[in-house]
């Protein structure tokens, strides 16, 4: 998909105040735009920068139109940063392909079998619903701490999604009990 489509869905989808605004500085390969937007109820903006010699491939509009290129890759970068959930995983021309995961393994104690998350890079909601079955079936305070740990890894998580499912460990932790040491 080209990184116009990707602008316009955030214009429209990401609840926010106004449009996306763009600032640019310097020249050449140090030609850089700052993305800015400020979600509905925020006061601050939340922003991006990129540079053309970050974000530079072979497609002849860098060469033609650098600012617009900036421009599309600068939505593109803020997007999946600051609101992945409304683009889904969309992926721009100008970015390059994203690794397949099989699965992670989260390793529990040796007595009980390791949680593994299974998904592709892209299904941010079935990652989400394995992480939450993961924490609701959880059985220790450790094996929570480790699930937590994988969460807060989770590059692609969305900050709300991640604190909600935080939220849901922080339930279940309270509700376990430790055994308690034999002295």
Same mark, same amino acid.
């Given at each position: 998909? /080209? ?5 316009? =869905?955030?214009?429209? #989808? ?16 140090? #030609?850089?735009?700052? *993305? ?13 920068? &990129?540079? *053309? ?12 139109? +650098? @600012?617009?290129?900036? &421009? ?9 940063? @600051?609101?992945? !959930? &409304?683009?889904?995983? =969309?992926?721009? /021309? ?15 104690? $040796?007595?009980?079998?390791? =949680? *593994?998350?299974?998904? $592709? +890079? ?18 220790? @305070? ?6 937590? /740990? ?7 998580? +969305? !900050? +709300?999604?991640? !604190? /909600?499912?935080?939220? *849901? $460990? ?5 509700? #376990?009990? !430790?055994?308690? $040491?034999?002295?």
């Amino acid at each position: 998909f /080209d990184g116009k489509l990707i602008a316009a =869905i955030v214009n429209k #989808l990401a609840n926010l105040s106004g449009r996306l605004s763009y600032e640019f500085e310097g020249e050449g390969d140090n #030609l850089a735009v700052t *993305v800015s937007g400020t979600f509905a109820g925020e006061s601050e903006p939340k922003t991006v920068r &990129v540079t *053309v010699k970050e974000a530079k491939t072979d497609n002849q509009m860098w060469k033609k139109d +650098p @600012h617009q290129k900036l &421009v599309y890759t600068g939505a593109t970068r803020w997007a999946r940063r @600051h609101c992945p !959930e &409304v683009i889904l995983g =969309i992926v721009s /021309d100008d970015e390059p392909p994203a690794a397949t995961v099989e699965a992670v393994s989260v390793t529990a104690p $040796a007595a009980e079998p390791p =949680i *593994v998350i299974e998904s $592709a +890079p892209l299904d941010l909601p079935n990652r989400i619903a394995q992480f939450k079955s993961a924490i609701e079936s959880a059985e220790s @305070h450790d094996e929570l701490e480790k699930i937590v /740990d994988r969460i807060n890894a989770e590059l692609a998580m +969305p !900050e +709300p999604a991640r !604190e /909600d499912l935080k939220k *849901v $460990a922080r339930q279940v932790y309270a509700g #376990l009990s !430790e055994p308690v $040491a034999a002295g």
